[in-house]
């Protein structure tokens, strides 16, 4: 029996880690060429998309589309991870703010921005992961990185325990943004701390919450989202003539789209399908031509 290729849209669930779900599709599937296109901390829930077999080689750039996310972020006390699952190291008064200063200090959080990973976190310093480094006592000075946050809208706020308060959020962002550090920087520029207590991406790139499976709904019956419709849902499409495919099944270069659409900044990198349907390969169009980033299609 040959091992499937294509997408899983996992609900992940809370407590487990990205690798955790990874090595439960690598059993229902019977293949370890499994990997995810994108880390959810153990404490999130939501979409997580896990490619199997030949969608592994489309992950790193399924990794780069926009989140969306629903969150729950306290204020009037930071802790060590910027979510709920580290020690508090501060307090201050939270309970007078209202829902015109929060929603004001997230428009500031808005935009084109500079971000600072949370300590606790995958990015890499020296080779090692910054987290490891933090739980050995050593955190790390972690540089500031340019993400873009799109929408950063919140609710009333709610009064949690004395002088704390819990406040919705819905986030939409690039590739790279740590929500929690947003929970952190909501709560240092309103002057009490903040962190996140829920987290749940809805969205993906163009796989919604909608289109996700429960671990055990798969444990049920398991299922890929086959790569021409994986690669359909997720970039731009081009439509190939039997020519154009065999040259690009071989690694060949061809001309822009017809009537492609330009955009500011790097163009995302588009599915190129034969007359058959077959997806024969991810596109990068750039400088006048076509390149071919990964060929699906034998030549």
Partial sequence: MSEPDGLVIVDKPGGMTSHDVVARI?????????GHAGTLDPMATGVLVVGVGKATRMLGYLARADKRYEATIRLGQSTSSDDAEGKVTGTAPAGALTRGQIAAAA???????TQVPPAVSAVKVGGQRAYRLARAGA?????????????FAVGAPRRADGELADVDATVRCSSGTY????????????????HLTRLRRTRAGGFGI????????????????????????AFPRRELSADEARRLAHGGRLGPRPHREDAAGPLPPVAAYAPDGTLVAL????AGQARPLVVFAAG
Avoid: M, N
């Fill in 107 to 113: 428009a500031a959080l808005t935009g084109d921005i």
């Fill in 26 to 34: 690598r059993r229902l599937a019977g293949t370890r060429r499994v």
């Fill in 210 to 233: 909608e289109s996700a499976r429960t671990l055990e709904e798969l444990a049920g019956r398991f299922e890929v989202l086959p790569l021409a419709q994986a690669a359909a849902a």
């Fill in 179 to 194: 929500v929690r550090a947003l929970a952190r920087d909501l709560g240092a520029a309103l002057g009490t701390g903040g």
């Fill in 139 to 151: 955190a790390p000075e972690l540089a500031p990185r340019p993400v873009t946050v799109y929408e």
């Fill in 283 to 286: 596109v990068a169009e750039e």
